[in-house]
């Protein structure tokens, strides 16, 4: 092979950047993030499965419908109300921002602005 | 019709991927064993593709140069066109590499009546290249994120600036937005432009569709069809596909398994195929020779061994036939015996 050396410090360059992910890992990342789920409550808005999945999109479309078209009517799930609400609805029952939302994302590194403005419960 | 039979393969993927999901038990297949053997595909082509390369001789010394070569010292080198040092090379294939300076070159000839035949500059490649490549780059890094706990501060630096518009939630990706537009560009270009047409392959429109639909899968699972996309759960089988005790928690939504299934068509395609110019563009000696050959030699490794044949020995091998043909000779003529 002509230029072995520059070839093949060019190649292991390459493959360490693709094996990254080999490396970098340990057994502490296998770990699951551990949530403090709501003791007063037994369901949440939407089943399970689709609030861990879509609970940003949920919290858009209130946002956009209480915001700006002016329509905050409660929803009604299961004959429940809920207000159409990040701070009055989520964190009633969420109570622990740190220990549930935080943790998640810290996990799927997701950073929401919204406690720029909404508050935070008192932890 | 060259791009009718890729977009039938992209399409058959889709449907392969989509369908062979829904049956339990094969969501090991796509989520586990086909991604391993991908990236083992992927490595392998790649290490095998650079030796196969570096095992080619170049027999001459062929840069291609563009502007005024090292010359007398009052005319002035254009350094970056006509490297003539390894330092000006390296210059110059960074600024290849960085800022594809060549396509910024690429002309076009238009004819007009009278008949009257104008050069222009396009950028378009250039530009819709370009816009390409970092979105594909910042993408590729974002997605770091699923692969790497904890995640690294400069994946969420990339990750913030990348969502800095702040639209919606979740938050839209300025490059999902531009490395649509650029696809979508590079493959009308090829359609409406005759003479790119005429030259365009199967091999150039299956990469175009294949990572059209990666994209595609990738924003329709963040932004619009969520069902099953539980981000913590891809999480926890990227992770640990990385530390080589994957497992699959929970179900994930079958879209997911296409745009997976799709990445590692991608990575199997890759080291047999024209993208390889990743690797290979390091390695063309158009760009990383220097138009130096008035300098130093540049030896041809397939020439066979020369050696210097004097004139003292070449009359050794010949003196018999030259004396009898009558042929003066330094040493042992005919005049050298009668004097003695
Ligand atoms: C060639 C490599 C890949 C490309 C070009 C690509 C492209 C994309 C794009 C454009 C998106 C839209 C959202 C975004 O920009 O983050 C996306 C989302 C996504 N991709 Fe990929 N992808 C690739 C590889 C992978 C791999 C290997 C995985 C496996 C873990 C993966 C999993 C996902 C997931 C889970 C989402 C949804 C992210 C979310 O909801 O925020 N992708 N992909």
């Not at chain 1, 296998?30 to 369901?43: I, R």
């Not at chain 1, 009604?76 to 990040?86: F, I, T």
């Not at chain 2, 390296?90 to 076009?108: C, D, G, H, P, Y």
């Not at chain 2, 640990?240 to 928690?249: E, N, R, S, Y």
């Amino acid at each position: 092979m002509y230029d072995r050396v520059k070839i093949s410090t060019g190649l292991l360059v390459v493959v360490l950047l693709v094996l990254i992910p080999f490396f970098y890992n340990n057994d502490a990342s296998k770990a699951a993030p551990e949530l403090t789920m709501p003791t007063n409550a037994k369901a949440c808005v939407l089943p399970r499965a689709e609030m861990r999945a879509k609970h940003m999109q949920l919290l858009n479309t209130w946002r956009d419908e209480v915001v700006r078209k002016g329509d905050s009517r409660p929803v009604l799930v299961d004959g429940k109300e809920y207000p159409k609400s990040l701070q009055l609805n989520c964190m009633e029952c969420h109570t622990s921002k740190v220990n549930f939302c935080d943790k998640c994302h810290n996990y799927s590194s997701v950073r929401p602005y919204c406690w720029d403005c909404h508050l935070a419960p008192v932890e | 019709m060259k791009y009718a039979f890729p977009l039938a393969a992209v399409v058959a993927l889709i449907l392969i991927a989509l369908i062979a999901v829904q049956i339990p038990g094969m969501q090991y297949l796509f989520g586990v064993i086909i991604p391993y053997l991908a990236v083992a595909v992927f490595v392998g082509g790649f290490i095998y593709r650079l030796c196969y390369w570096g095992k080619s001789p170049v027999p001459f010394n062929i840069p291609t140069t563009c502007g005024q070569e090292f010359s007398l010292p009052w005319i002035k080198q254009d350094k970056l066109e006509c490297p003539s040092t390894r330092l000006q090379v390296v210059a110059r294939m960074f600024l290849e590499i960085v800022l594809f300076r060549s396509l910024w070159r690429n002309t076009k000839a238009t004819m007009y009546e009278g008949p009257k035949l104008t050069y222009e500059s396009s950028k378009w490649l250039w530009l819709f290249g370009i816009v390409f490549h970092y979105s594909f780059l910042i993408i590729v890094l974002r997605h770091l994120r699923l692969f790497l706990e904890p995640v690294p501060s400069c994946v969420a630096l990339v990750e913030i600036l990348d969502s800095l518009l702040q639209v919606g939630a979740p938050l839209m990706y300025i490059t999902d937005a531009t490395i649509l537009l650029s696809l979508i560009m590079l493959l009308l270009r090829r359609l409406w432009n005759p003479y790119v047409r005429y030259i365009s392959l199967a091999n150039d429109y299956f990469p175009l569709f294949l990572i059209l639909a990666i994209v595609g899968t990738g924003i329709l699972m963040r932004y619009f069809i969520r069902s099953n996309v539980d981000i913590e759960a891809i999480k926890q089988l990227a992770i640990g596909l990385a530390t080589l005790h994957p497992t699959i928690v929970g179900p994930i939504s079958s879209l997911f398994y296409v745009h997976l299934f799709l990445v590692c068509t991608l990575l199997v395609y890759f080291p047999f195929s024209k993208l390889m110019h990743m690797g290979g563009v390091f390695l063309s000696p158009t760009r990383n020779l220097a138009n130096d050959s008035r300098m130093h030699r540049h030896i041809n490794p397939w020439n066979p061994p020369i050696k210097p044949h004097s004139y003292a020995s070449y009359e050794d091998e010949f003196r018999e036939d030259m004396i009898a043909q009558g042929i003066p000779v330094e040493q042992g003529g005919p005049q050298e015996a009668g004097a003695k």
